[in-house]
């Protein structure tokens, strides 16, 4: 079974410091990861993902994330954040189930950017 | 980009009524659409995989006679939550999969059940 552990419920941090948000992956198979924001009361936007090749993915806004095969991470890191940073960041693992892909949540990390 | 929107964006019903959260995808073709829950500061909790044409697949713990979901168009999903208790009371997700397997998300639908 896959499972998706964000070990920070909370992360605070003060504006324009660098930030990781850690994310860890249990499977017995090849997966795909994903880290996706969620603002107040809205549905989810992608930030970035891995599927195949470089382990190093850039994504939206000024983020990346690294993907660590041996040890099943998958870190989203930004080297300077930003008030409008501030949000709710969940990972992600899909599996393949019945010809689609379902997605495995975390539990979120609430990343608070203060002034 | 993909778009997919969701109404009602709020609703609030009373406690025994039926409500219909309408899902759909505005530029692209989804055979595949998801239905997630998610209660306050917790994750998603994917309810139930919905395919056009045919059934939907509910997860373990998830009342398919609560939880009815049609997936009647390629671009059309609906969730109806019947006899609605105060327990139903959540943020209902939806998300529809395009050809190359991505999820984009609608914006969320808050159901309050008094």
């Known amino acids: 079974a896959q499972s998706v552990t964000q070990l920070d419920s909370q992360v605070p941090v003060f504006e324009e410091a660098p930030v990781e948000l850690r994310c860890n992956y249990s499977?017995?198979?090849?997966?795909?990861l994903f880290w996706y924001v969620q603002y107040p009361n809205q549905g989810l936007q992608l930030l970035l993902k891995?599927?195949?090749?470089?382990?190093l993915v850039k994504g939206i806004n000024g983020f990346e994330a690294e993907f660590n095969k041996s040890q099943t991470s998958f870190h989203l890191r930004k080297p300077s954040v930003h008030i409008s940073d501030t949000a709710e960041y969940f990972c992600?693992?899909?599996?393949?189930?019945?010809?689609?892909?379902?997605?495995?949540f975390g539990k979120g990390t609430k990343l608070t950017v203060n002034p | 980009g993909a778009v997919v929107s969701q109404h009602p964006s709020r609703v609030i019903c009373k406690s025994g009524t039926s409500v219909k959260i309408e899902c759909r995808s505005l530029?692209?073709?989804?055979?595949?659409m998801f239905w997630y829950r998610q209660f306050p500061k917790k994750s998603l909790m994917l309810m139930a995989t919905?395919?056009?044409?045919?059934?939907?697949?509910?997860e373990q713990g998830v009342e398919k006679d609560k939880f009815l979901i049609n997936h009647a168009s390629l671009t059309l999903s609906t969730l109806t939550v019947t006899s609605a208790h105060p327990e139903d009371s959540s943020f209902y997700i939806c998300?529809?999969?395009?050809?190359?397997?991505?999820?984009?998300f609608g914006p969320g639908t808050r159901l309050t059940v008094t």
């Open positions: 998300s529809a999969e395009d050809r190359g397997y991505e999820q984009y």
């Open positions: 891995y599927l195949s090749g470089s382990t």
């Open positions: 530029d692209f073709q989804a055979t595949t």
């Open positions: 499977s017995s198979v090849s997966v795909y």
């Open positions: 919905s395919n056009e044409g045919s059934k939907a697949t509910y």
């Open positions: 992600a693992v899909s599996f393949s189930q019945g010809g689609s892909e379902k997605l495995v």
